[in-house]
T-cell receptor, first 113, second 117 residues
Framework: GENVEQHPSTLSVQEGDSAVIKCTYS??????FPWYKQELGKRPQLIID?????GEKKDQRIAVTLNKTAKHFSLHITETQPEDSAVYFC????????????FGAGTRLFVKA | GAVVSQHPSWVICKSGTSVKIECRSL??????MFWYRQFPKQSLMLMAT?????????EQGVEKDKFLINHASLTLSTLTVTSAHPEDSSFYIC?????????????FGQGTRLTVV
């Protein structure tokens, strides 16, 4: 079936450095790629998303890139801050008779002050 | 953003009993809601897609007779864990997407932590 692979599973960076999380997906029908941030014990919150007709999107310190040919998409966080520490999930969503969203395994980001 | 409310936030039940979890979209209509299960330090595993007015679509390996889903209205979907066992203990979380528009973000409920003793 469809799957989404996410790497790395854990990422530790120094405050101010950049963090990059990469995902690949298998379903070529995927056309929407959201990224969620989940803090401990809380619900996932959307932080940025990108559609398949766009190659890059940026929102302040967060950017996402998409390579539809290679089925890769990445999250870039610049100037990381301790409050960026959380688990980040990528997802690939498609509509084939119904909406379906598959999540990556998650990346636990630690930002050291 | 849109608000999705899930109830209860946590529940402890005895083995063999059933537990019902509610997922409500408070300020929008949702023809489709999704139910996920999340184990500690793991990802969100899609269990089923709940469609208003029709049967839910279950993912492979998810027992439909054990995890009953009802989507009776455009704002409410329920997940009932029947004859719960300790291995059903987990974090269950729903999400809903708005009716309008194409493929868009889904909004998550706050999750329900189920402990079966």
């Amino acid at each position: 079936g469809e799957n989404v692979e996410q790497h790395p599973s854990t990422l530790s960076v120094q405050e101010g450095d950049s963090a990059v999380i990469k995902c690949t997906y298998s379903d070529s029908a995927s056309n929407y790629f959201p990224w969620y941030k989940q803090e401990l014990g809380k619900r996932p919150q959307l932080i940025i998303d990108i559609r398949s007709n766009v190659g890059e999107k940026k929102d302040q310190r967060i950017a996402v890139t998409l390579n539809k040919t290679a089925k890769h998409f990445s999250l870039h966080i610049t100037e990381t801050q301790p409050e960026d520490s959380a688990v980040y999930f990528c997802a690939a969503s498609s509509y084939t008779g119904g909406f379906k969203t598959i999540f990556g395994a998650g990346t636990r980001l630690f930002v050291k002050a | 953003g849109a608000v999705v409310s899930q109830h209860p936030s946590w529940v402890i039940c005895k083995s063999g009993t059933s537990v019902k979890i509610e997922c409500r979209s408070l300020d929008f209509q949702a023809t489709t809601m999704f139910w996920y299960r999340q184990f500690p330090k793991q990802s969100l595993m899609l269990m089923a897609t709940s469609n208003e007015g029709s049967k839910a679509t279950y993912e492979q390996g998810v027992e439909k007779d054990k995890f009953l889903i009802n989507h009776a209205s455009l704002t409410l979907s329920t997940l009932t864990v029947t004859s719960a066992h300790p291995e059903d203990s987990s974090f269950y979380i729903c999400s809903a997407r708005t009716v309008t528009g194409g493929n868009t973000e889904a909004f998550f409920g706050q999750g329900t932590r189920l402990t079966v003793v």
